[in-house]
């Protein structure tokens, strides 16, 4: 008899545990936005950009509880290799050797508790640079640590 | 118990004493023991022309009614050769002789084993534990040892590619569980997702799984559990023989075998083993991946660039007498294995289709190598009451990470010509260890002490061209006591005591390049400093007690205790870009030891057709150390990559493991194995959610027919059907993993050549193709399937040259 009581409190306290797993869920786990289809977004994919000028770089960012961050990083392709995150592929150059490759890093912290954000950021594209097909890579993270990225395939002129 | 006994023995003889006198009764009754006598409960009995079949009880005693027609029993119990004899029609209504059964091994170490040992060691172990024996091993054979372990519940591996995982135990991985090998805990690069265990699976012969902390026995790290490995039993005296294993598996066109010869005279033997094996790229029920939002193509649904090759040594040799015992181990494990190469690297970059599809057996960058080399010697002697043991060994793990240079951040575009490292060797670790364990066990009245001590030291040098983890030093000790004491036949009381000390040294690390560095508008270039020199020594106290209670069926165990962990030093300083998954990796040097506080409760119940076992526990993390993804993204040491930071939280764990299994008919056994599992982070900056790596809920059914078929022994037939629950608990980055179900046949039988008994068994793993998701696979990220339908033909020869008389 004594096991029986055993057995059934035993089984009694699992499932009392079970019951127990608090469901207030209310993580957030969504990924933020890049918007690239404003009319004024820039760069798109396929863009092109003169040595010597201003690359300003227009994007919306919107998540559903707060943004965090975005870095963007413009880097060579020269080598041809795979990162676009878009469909249409843009006509390329031969590959080359790099000599003196455009290398641009930036991170921005996004203000505080903001749902949509309107990024710009001017970058400047050195006239001394090798010219050809570059990538510009944007990653986005919200509060919480969710990330979204973004590859674009530019060429540098 | 001794009462229950001696009322059986009562009964017993009462019954055999009806026998004689009564010419009617229709009786057959025995005992079933092992070959020193000690009785063997639950072994099954089975009357073979009418398929009617019992199980021992806790005394080893079994007993049949009416039975009118007999030819023979036959006699099956899981470790042990099962064992047929002939009865006469005379001899029923009467007792018949002792059935002892040998063990299915070459032969078990007497003092470890007596009686069933997986059923002993269970009930006198107050932490919830699952032995599994060579045969389990080769039933379920996966791709590596912790694949194969996975039917256990409670069990789950973190796999990258075909042939390497990690143990994952209650969802606990990586630094929180220990795997200990031939008594001394393994330490190769255990941090790492990306590496798996140097173990050669052919080569183990018993493993002890225990499921929550086991600090007070393995130290620091066994936090989350332990996967002990126990050493081969020796070769019989006299003995002169071997084994030849031969696998092959039809996902990733795997051939592997293994061979292993063994001698003894009377005192000295030698038991050596190579294993090899080499695979081709592994095939997904999919077409293409997604790899961080772009799309690859797979060329015939192979995984491009998985393919590998493993090249294992093993020697165990030494004395052995009564009294004293002294035995060397010696292994090396060597392996190469490719990285899906789609997704490797910050950039999966130079990724040339066409040359990696060209063949399917070839092994391009990005790949590792690893070389684990191990010795050690075991020394044990007996002076009086006591039993006194010395462990000292030494490791080497050489694991290097092959892939083309790829300038990030503000690494040079153009690999310098006068660099200290190769331009593909991205990563290289070297680890050398020295461990040292003494112990001594002795009885005294009812209580059984085992008071010990070990100590252990590191050297980890790096090199190649990324940076991640700084070279470290690090020394660990401690100290224990354990008493294990038998109240009464039924109750025991587990209790343990261990002071631990730690001290990490971390090394210097700067950039070999210059980065831009903004001050004051100026920017200069400047050498980084990646990791300061600085050390950290840590001192915890642990407990642990608990209590099981054995009055025959049922089996009851409850068990409390501490376990603690110090920070590794990829915890304390790592700075640098992970290259499996984008992301930049920063250390805390501040970090606390882990603590964990866990209760543990297990019921068993076995009945003659049936039995359940229910193991929950409840769990506590006052500090869990945590990898964060944090919002922000770091510029020079991180190269504009998301910054992942090591912090602490408050932990809630608990769950439970159920086995339930019932006997139709004396060939035919349902099994229901179910786990579930909650985590939730109580503090910090993911308080609410979960932690990473966290198994979905599962339940295994399987169904076992265990045919009589003419010169056949032991053959089965088991199909497997695991439902995996969803998993929509997550934290960044993972992904929601939907439900999946997914289906396994394995058989197997044994037949005699000559003396010898071959053992054939097959698994079609992935009956049906599904192509689903593994939530704790290391590309679940890159929503990569798992493994498509996969046959498994293994055969286990046994030979002897030469067999004492």
């Known amino acids: 008899m004594r096991k029986k009581l055993l057995l059934s409190t035993a089984f009694a306290l699992t499932l009392f545990t079970f019951s127990c797993s608090s469901d207030n869920e209310n993580i957030d786990t969504e990924y933020p936005v890049i918007d690239i289809s404003g009319a004024d977004a820039f760069p798109i994919q396929c863009s092109e950009i003169t040595r010597g000028q201003k690359l300003i770089f227009k994007a919306r960012f919107t998540d559903n509880a707060a943004l965090g961050s975005y870095s963007l990083d413009i880097h060579h392709n020269f080598d041809h290799h795979t990162h676009s995150t878009e469909v249409s592929n843009c006509s390329t150059d031969a590959n080359k050797q790099a000599v003196k490759p455009l290398l641009y890093l930036k991170s921005v912290n996004i203000p505080e508790g903001l749902k949509s954000y309107d990024a710009v950021q001017e970058i400047d594209i050195p006239v001394h640079i090798d010219p050809g097909d570059y990538h510009f890579l944007i990653k986005l993270t919200d509060k919480e640590g969710w990330q979204s990225l973004k590859g674009l395939s530019i060429k540098i002129k | ?805």
């Open chain 2, 1 to 805: 118990m001794q009462l229950t006994y001696k009322f059986q023995l009562l009964l017993f003889f009462l019954f055999g004493f009806v026998t004689l006198t009564n010419a009617q009764n229709n009786t057959i009754s025995g005992k079933v023991t092992t070959y020193d006598g000690t009785p063997l409960a639950a072994a099954i009995v089975t009357i073979t022309n009418s398929g009617k079949s019992v199980l021992t009880n806790s005394n080893g005693l079994y007993f049949f009614e009416n039975v009118t027609e007999i030819k023979s029993i036959k006699v099956t119990f899981s470790g042990y050769e099962s064992t047929k004899i002939t009865v006469s029609k005379a001899q029923i209504g009467t007792v018949l002789p002792d059935i002892k059964l040998v063990p299915e091994m070459k032969e078990l170490e007497e003092v470890v084993i007596s009686g069933s040992y997986a059923d002993k060691r269970k009930k006198e172990e107050s932490l919830n534990l699952e032995i599994v024996s060579q045969s389990y091993i080769q039933r379920n054979l996966g791709g590596s040892l912790m694949q194969s372990l996975q039917r256990i519940p409670g069990v789950k591996t973190i796999s990258i590619g075909s042939g390497s995982s990690k143990p994952l135990i209650r969802g606990l991985s990586f630094n929180q569980v220990v795997v200990v090998e031939n008594g001394l805990k393994h330490e190769g690069q255990q941090w790492g997702a990306d590496h798996g265990l140097e173990i050669d699976q052919y080569n183990v012969s018993r493993v002890e799984i225990i499921k929550g902390p086991s600090s007070f026995m393995f130290g620091s790290d066994a936090i989350g559990g332990a996967v002990n490995i126990l050493p081969a039993p020796l070769p019989k005296l006299h003995a002169f023989g071997g084994n030849i294993d031969f696998t092959g598996k039809s996902n990733n066109a795997q051939i592997g075998g293994s061979f292993n010869l063994y001698g003894r005279n009377h005192n000295w033997f030698f038991d050596s083993r190579i294993t090899a094996m080499d695979y081709a790229d592994y095939r997904v029920p999919t077409d293409k991946v997604q790899v961080y939002n772009f799309t690859v193509p797979l060329y015939k649904n192979h995984l491009r660039n998985t393919a590998g090759q493993e090249l294992d040594f093993h020697t165990s040799t030494g004395y052995v007498s009564d009294k004293f015992k002294s035995i060397f181990h010696i292994s090396n494990v060597n392996s190469k294995s490719g990285f899906f190469a789609n997704a490797h690297g910050l950039e999966p970059r130079n990724v040339d289709n066409e040359l990696h599809d060209s063949s399917n057996r070839d092994i391009l960058m990005p790949y590792q190598q690893v070389n684990h080399f191990k010795i050690s010697n075991t020394t044990s002697f007996k002076i009086h009451n006591h039993k006194l043991e010395t462990k000292l060994g030494f490791q080497n793990n050489f694991r290097r990470e092959w892939s083309q240079y790829v300038n990030h951040g503000y690494m040079p575009p153009i690999y310098p010509e006068d660099m200290y490292a190769p331009e593909n060797l991205e990563r290289q670790y070297d680890k050398n260890t020295f461990l040292f364990s003494v112990k001594d066990e002795f009885e005294l009245g009812r209580h059984q002490i085992t008071i010990g001590a070990n100590a252990e030291t590191q050297e980890n040098k790096i090199g190649g061209w990324g940076f991640l983890i700084p070279a470290f030093n690090q020394f660990n000790t401690g100290l224990f006591v354990h008493d294990k004491v038998q109240l009464k036949d039924d109750w025991m009381i587990n209790g343990a005591l261990r002071f631990d000390y730690g001290k990490i040294n971390v090394k210097q690390y700067t950039d070999w390049f210059p980065s831009e560095v903004e001050i004051d508008d100026q920017i200069t270039e400047q050498y980084l400093d990646r990791a300061e020199n600085f050390s950290r020594a840590f001192s915890s106290f642990n407990w642990s007690i608990g209590t099981n209670y054995n009055p025959g069926k049922l089996a009851l165990k409850t068990n409390v205790g501490t376990g603690f962990r110090m920070p590794i030093a990829k915890e304390l300083a790592s700075n640098g870009v992970n290259y499996h998954y984008y992301r930049y990796e920063r250390g805390n040097p501040d970090l606390d030891p882990e603590r964990s506080y866990q209760f543990d409760f297990g019921i068993e119940w076995k009945e003659q057709k049936w039995s359940v076992e229910l193991t929950p526990f409840y769990n506590y993390f006052p500090n869990y150390i945590y990898l964060n993804p944090t919002a922000e993204h770091d510029l020079y040491y991180g190269a504009g990559n998301q910054v992942f930071k090591y912090e602490q939280s408050e932990v809630n764990r608990y769950g439970t493991e159920l086995q339930l299994r019932y006997q139709f008919a004396y060939n035919l056994t349902a099994e229901v194995l179910a786990e579930y599992l909650y985590t939730v982070q109580l503090s910090g900056a993911k308080e609410g959610y979960t932690l990473p790596f966290s198994p979905p809920a599962s339940v295994l059914t399987g169904i076992t027919y265990n045919p009589e078929i003419k010169n056949l022994k032991d053959t089965y037939l088991t199909l497997d059907y695991r439902y995996t629950a969803e998993q929509n608990r997550i934290v960044p980055p993972e992904k929601m993993t939907p439900a999946s179900h997914v289906f396994n046949l394995v058989a197997g039988t044994k037949f005699k050549v000559g003396k010898e008994d071959i053992n054939l068994s097959l698994q079609v793993q992935n009956l049906f193709n599904t192509r689903y998701l593994n939530h704790t696979s290391f590309y679940r990220l890159i929503e990569l399937p798992e493994t498509g339908r996969n046959f498994i033909v293994s055969v286990k020869i046994p030979f002897s040259i030469s067999k004492s008389n």
